[in-house]
């Protein structure tokens, strides 16, 4: 070989011949690529064809192409041009109250959730649960196709199976006029949804109707029909406040106008602008109100009323109300307001609320009683707060019994055999009802119980029938702000898993067929 020869030096010996013909090439042969075989032994490039092959016949039996359902379009829509951002404004309703939206889609699908900056009550601000509702929808563990309960455990079922099963329900039940029939639901501001609750219960004048939330605000309220004799919803007016004066309540974050409140509030505190309105907060956990309050105090939650008392008898005491106001509570005997920091906090409230009749807010939080949100209605009224940083509207729910009290009924007709046919609409009362009330074992007393909600959670797994619930962007609806905005919400794409929204289903109950 050749100084320049590129080849490396063959190893010593002579090289393995195989039972016939030429002699095997060996590893400075370059056709070889350097690998060195025994002799009758394949080579390494051979034992890659073979695997290679034997790994391709193998998987081609196990594969198959997921079924997609969206297609290109053969005619592109006028107006759309792919890969851009289009807005939709819709609504989404969170604990009895519609909030404005501007959802973003792109090529058909949403993507992102923002405020409506049109909107009078979101202003274009959102809470986290709307941010989050978009994964929501998403969700690879949402509930896909309905399921029914059968010996062997859950089933498959379609929708079909479900008409037919719901037919059937039908024709016993209009027989007894609606007598056996009960409807829970979660707490909605969907005018719709009123109509057809009426609707259903003029048509089945035997149908019941109950409303369950886990995290209420009955107790709001009933302290409205202690003060006014009905129920009524307080707005605020935080933005013409110079005194707020917060009792275990937090107005800029677990209250349904949070938004609007934030808004109002911050507007108010401008301390270059001359303005700085002063927060007083008596709370027994923090709060987002509480972390930007001028003047805290905590204070165990029972000992809010005993100081709510103690604060209206030194404001009636100097306001002198009308008679229509009523008698001013009397001074509690209390040991923890003989307390140096709470009676001086107490006496400061006082009379920073007294020096601002007509600007100051007094507003109590759902966790207390009614008495103390009666006491918060009677400062404000004596205070000269309502028609200017304090207005009511009627309830729209009206005298409906509380939320534990409307289960507590519906518990005790389903263990008495009254209950032929329970719909439950978007709430899991198996997971969130009060452990004591016995609502799993009561579930089973019912003949035949539905159950629709985004997920097959536990009221599901012990429902007769399971159905798939539309998400609030693949269905229309309408909504109600807290002040009394309407709204409405209009979807942005097709359910996905072919589920039906609360109207459908209660359309499909009073015989309407499948809306579309």
Excluded at 33 to 47: I, K, N, S, T
Excluded at 68 to 79: A, D, F, K, N
Excluded at 212 to 229: H, I, K, N, V
Excluded at 408 to 424: F, H, M, N, P, Q
Aim: proline fraction near 9%; charge should be negative; hydrophobic fraction near 40%.
């Amino acid at each position: 070989m050749s100084p320049v020869d590129p080849r490396p030096e063959p190893r010593p010996g002579p090289r393995p011949t195989g039972p016939s013909g030429p002699p095997r090439r060996g590893v400075g042969d370059p056709g070889d690529a350097g690998e060195a075989v025994a002799a009758g032994e394949p080579g390494r490039r051979r034992f890659l064809q073979l695997m290679g092959a034997s790994l391709a016949l193998a998987g081609a039996g196990g594969c198959r192409w997921e079924r997609e359902h969206t297609l290109t379009p053969s005619r592109r829509p006028e107006g759309v041009v792919p890969g851009t951002a289009r807005h939709y404004a819709t609504s989404m309703d969170l604990d009895g109250a519609a909030t404005g939206l501007l959802v973003t889609s792109y090529d058909g699908r949403p993507i992102k959730v923002e405020g409506n900056p049109l909107h009078p009550d979101s202003g274009g601000a959102t809470r986290v649960f709307h941010q989050a509702s978009v994964l929501e929808l998403y969700d690879p563990d949402r509930s896909t196709r309905p399921t029914r309960r059968t010996a062997e455990g859950r089933a498959p079922a379609t929708f079909s199976d479900f008409d037919a099963a719901l037919g059937e329900a039908l024709t016993r039940l209009r027989a007894r006029g609606g007598r056996g029939l009960a409807v829970l639901a979660g707490q909605r501001s969907s005018p719709s949804l009123l109509d057809l609750r009426a609707r259903l219960t003029a048509t089945l004048p035997g149908a019941r109707w109950y409303e369950w939330e886990p995290a209420s605000r009955d107790a709001e309220r009933d302290g409205s029909t202690l003060a006014f004799g009905a129920p009524h919803r307080a707005l605020y007016r935080f933005e013409a406040a110079e005194v707020v004066l917060c009792l275990d309540a937090d107005p800029l974050g677990a209250h349904p106008a949070a938004l609007a409140h934030a808004r109002a509030l911050l507007s108010a505190r401008h301390p270059d602008g001359g303005r700085k309105a002063r927060i007083y907060a008596v709370e027994s956990s923090y709060s987002a109100t509480g972390a930007i309050a001028d003047h805290r105090l905590p204070l165990r939650a029972e000992l809010v009323l005993p100081f709510a008392t103690t604060l209206d008898a030194t404001v009636s005491a100097a306001a002198q109300p009308l008679p229509e106001h009523g008698p001013a509570q009397p001074r509690p005997d209390a040991a923890f307001l003989a307390d140096e920091r709470v009676a001086a906090f107490a006496a400061a409230v006082a009379e920073d609320l007294l020096a601002h009749v007509g600007r100051g807010v007094v507003l109590a939080g759902p966790q207390q009683p009614p008495a103390v949100h009666a006491l918060c209605h009677r400062l404000d009224a004596i205070l000269g707060n309502v028609g200017g940083t304090v207005e009511y509207v009627a309830d729209r729910a009206g005298n409906r019994p509380t939320h534990f009290a409307a289960l507590r009924t519906l518990t005790a007709a389903l263990l008495a055999g009254e209950v032929d046919t329970l719909l439950i609409l978007g709430c899991n009362p198996v997971y969130d009802a009060p452990a004591d009330l016995g609502f799993e074992a009561a579930l089973a007393r019912a003949r035949w119980s539905v159950h629709a909600g985004l997920a097959e959670d536990e009221t599901a797994a012990r429902a007769d029938f399971h159905l798939p619930l539309a998400h609030f962007l693949e269905a229309w609806s309408d909504g109600t702000a807290w002040d009394g905005t309407l709204t409405l919400a209009q979807p942005l794409i097709a359910p996905l898993h072919g589920a039906r929204s609360e109207l459908e289903l209660l359309a499909a109950l009073l015989g309407d067929g499948v809306v579309d």
